[in-house]
């Protein structure tokens, strides 16, 4: 084997594992979630914006590592990615209470957007030409496919009842792996100018079609991560198990983006996205009326929803408005991160609305929980169905438009 390909396999390896301790990130702090508001005396609203910091973080170095990748290069942005997510997990570790909680999970997010950054053109670069999408579809498998595993290891850990501290911990395993695998290694740059410059890219983004893309974008992120992320607040009184649910959202996810090709050469872009928000609608609404075993029905309903979104609006950005470039994907990724982020601490006020409602009908303990996350999940039934909408009109607007070929799908 030859060094240069044994340097692409330590690479793509190491991007795999920068993306697994993003999913661990987004599902441990999941897990731990209602264990930090016990230990320091938080509200929802106050977790809310702990989850704000979190999404937050991403998109603002996505953005910026988009802009100055070719400049500072994808080696030096890894180099911030491992400081940042190693201040934020030892800073969430060691955190003394709600003021350190916001600052650390702001550095991870931080380190999550470099990582997303760096990674995607890093291996569209080591593996230019026939390669690269499958290579490309085989890196971001492991967002959601992290997500599984570090939602079992949450749950395993919750049960045997290890501390949140001992969970956050599990988080650096990754972290250590991508950088040891990283280092000394030759980050691969494709010497080309890049086409296009960003007044164009910029200009491109001003087309009717990628302003409606990037509204439609702050909606289907929020439908997918809103319920994902406060999964064990609302579901931990419906009798089935959050973390269960988590995994195994993430687990159909990873499948069905396994199977993305047919499925939007079936339907194509507008079909399978105007399905999904159908399907997610249906999925958001079960989970806000079924308990018990039911609860997993409505998760397989969901699961398939939302699946497509992000990687299906990536690529019809890539497809449909391809004078954006690189930097149009990268925004409307961003855009996706920073609507999850201002909406978390509306979802966390929904739920503490919700709870004194809630009580002055007399509800208690358990089923004050599961009455009050069950409101919270009517409201946000209000997100896929604004996107039904929307997709309704995209569908007819973009029937006959002619797209261009080729796109990179992400999570």
């Not at 890049?194 to 983004?205: E, N, W």
Request: charged share 10%.
């Amino acid at each position: 084997m030859t060094n240069d390909k044994i340097n692409k396999g330590a690479l793509f390896t190491g991007s795999c594992f920068a993306l697994i301790t993003t999913a661990f990130t987004f599902s441990i702090r999941a897990g731990i979630l209602p264990q930090l508001g016990i230990q320091f005396k938080l509200t929802a609203e106050q977790l809310g914006f702990i989850n704000l910091m979190f999404f937050l973080g991403f998109p603002i170095s996505m953005i910026i590592g988009g802009l100055v990748y070719h400049s500072f290069g994808p080696k030096r942005i890894m180099q911030v990615a491992f400081v940042t997510h190693t201040i934020g997990i030892l800073m969430t570790i060691f955190s003394g209470g709600y003021a350190s909680l916001l600052v650390s999970t702001l550095f991870i997010g931080f380190g999550n957007g470099c990582t997303e950054a760096a990674c995607n053109p890093l291996i569209a670069d080591a593996y230019a030409g026939r390669d690269m999408n499958k290579m490309l579809n085989r890196f971001h498998m492991w967002f959601p496919g992290g997500i599984v595993i570090g939602s079992l290891i949450s749950k395993f850990m919750t049960d045997l009842h290890f501390g949140w501290q001992a969970q956050m911990w599990v988080t650096m395993v990754p972290t250590v792996i991508y950088a040891v695998l990283f280092y000394g290694k030759t980050f691969v740059v494709r010497k080309e100018e890049v086409r296009g410059s960003l007044s164009q890219h910029f200009l491109a983004m001003l087309s009717p079609l990628y302003i409606f893309l990037f509204i439609c974008m702050a909606f289907t992120a929020i439908t997918e991560f809103g319920p994902n992320q406060w999964v064990s607040v609302i579901m931990s009184n419906s009798g089935a198990s959050p973390m269960l649910i988590l995994a195994l959202t993430t687990g159909l996810m990873a499948l069905g983006r396994f199977f993305a090709g047919p499925v939007v050469g079936m339907l194509g872009q507008t079909g399978v996205l105007l399905v999904s928000a159908i399907l997610a609608t249906i999925g958001i609404y079960m989970f806000s009326t079924v308990t018990g075993p039911l609860a997993y029905v409505a998760t397989v309903i969901f699961a398939v929803g939302v699946c497509y979104f992000w990687p299906v609006m990536v690529g019809t950005v890539a497809q449909r408005v391809p004078g954006s470039g690189a930097l149009g994907m990268s925004i409307i990724g961003g855009i996706g991160m920073f609507s999850t982020a201002i909406f978390q601490p509306f979802i966390g006020s929904w739920i503490d609305a919700a709870r004194i409602e809630k009580a002055s009908e007399g509800l208690t303990g358990g089923a004050l929980e599961l009455a009050a996350g069950q409101a919270t999940l009517v409201n946000m039934i209000t997100f896929p169905v604004i996107l039904i909408v929307l997709f309704t009109f995209l569908f007819f607007w973009q029937r006959k438009a002619v797209v261009a070929p080729g796109g990179i799908e992400a999570h």
